[in-house]
């Protein structure tokens, strides 16, 4: 008899999982996401990426505010195994206990390193030269569970969170999709945490975007990445703020002061603490949209003056 799967996320992050699930013919029964969210400047109410693609493959769809307290909808569809990949909330006792089969959880780190809710930021952040997914049994606690496989991948240098989220959710859809069969026939040998060794990534503060020019080009470089395309770094200069999209490291060295304006002719160089510095490449100043360094010169080459201070 085919198993009856609960698949729970909300992100893009969660679609390829949701799709390999689909693909692979498991009788996915309902999805649980976030409740839909006001987006744009109109803030019109728009469904998570997981629930769109949930209905157009016809699979109902909850969506409880909290899920601690209201899980009775999801009792009704007797699940066997409920999958959950960056859902967004944690479960209560009262369900993880329900399913035969237990419920699992696609992690985007190679755990006990960086549990919690942005994995992908704080590797790059960390730079680190290597992450992955560990899939593991779901417990109270935030990503303690024991684990049952883990998959670890190279992070480039010129990785961001985006590029390196997109690889993650085919690793982690492709684990999944080899550890299934292991748990359907109790073949599984998961490998308790060693919980000294936790470490972790808690959502991103707005006052740790910004960034600091008293770290190492390699530090605000990782930095700079790490929150590319979301939610973005950002400096101040005269009283503005500025989002600092892309910048490349530069291989001169430099006399300048951490965060000093070092020259503008063919780019904005900026000082670094380690005696270096960084090209920023693409910026967005406040009230306008991103755009090219070289392009926003272009139009205001005045704005930057060599010798002041960025931060």
């Known amino acids: 008899m085919t198993k009856k799967i609960v698949f729970m996320g909300t992100p893009d992050f969660s679609v390829p999982i949701l799709k390999m699930l689909i693909d692979s013919d498991y009788d996915v029964v309902a999805v649980v996401t976030q409740p839909d969210k006001p987006r744009g400047r109109k803030r019109q109410m728009t469904p998570s990426p997981?629930?769109?693609?949930?209905?157009?493959?016809s699979v109902p769809v909850i969506q409880p505010v909290k899920i601690r307290t209201d899980f009775e909808e999801i009792l009704q569809y007797e699940p066997d195994l409920i999958v959950t990949a960056a859902y967004g909330q944690i479960l209560p006792k009262e369900l993880l206990d329900v399913p035969p089969f237990g419920c699992i959880n696609v992690h985007a780190s190679l755990l006990p390193e960086l549990r919690g809710g942005a994995p992908i930021h704080y590797a790059i952040m960390q730079g680190k030269?290597?992450?992955g997914v560990?899939?593991?049994?779901?417990?109270e606690g935030m990503d303690t569970g024991d684990m049952i496989s883990q998959e670890a991948i190279p992070i480039e240098e010129n990785d961001h969170t985006g590029s390196l989220?997109?690889?993650l959710s085919i690793v982690g859809a492709g684990l999944l999709k080899k550890t299934l069969p292991a748990i359907f026939s109790n073949e599984v040998k998961a490998t308790p945490q060693n919980h000294e060794n936790a470490t972790?990534?808690?959502t991103i503060k707005r006052e740790e975007e910004k960034i600091d020019w008293q770290k190492t080009q390699e530090e605000i470089y990782n930095h700079i990445r790490g929150l590319h395309p979301w939610p973005v770094a950002y400096t101040t200069y005269k009283d503005q703020t500025i989002k600092i999209w892309w910048a490349e490291k530069v291989e001169q060295t430099s006399n300048g002061k951490p965060g000093e304006i070092l020259r503008v002719e063919d780019g904005l160089f900026i000082g670094t603490a380690d005696g270096k510095q960084l090209n920023i490449t693409e910026l967005q100043p406040a009230g306008k949209k991103r755009m090219k360094t070289e392009d926003f010169l272009r139009g205001s080459k005045d704005y930057f003056t060599v010798g002041e201070q960025l931060g």
């Open 50 to 57: 997981v629930k769109a693609f949930a209905l157009e493959h």
């Open 129 to 131: 030269k290597e992450t």
């Open 134 to 139: 560990t899939i593991m049994y779901m417990a």
């Open 165 to 167: 989220h997109d690889k």
């Open 200 to 202: 972790y990534a808690y």
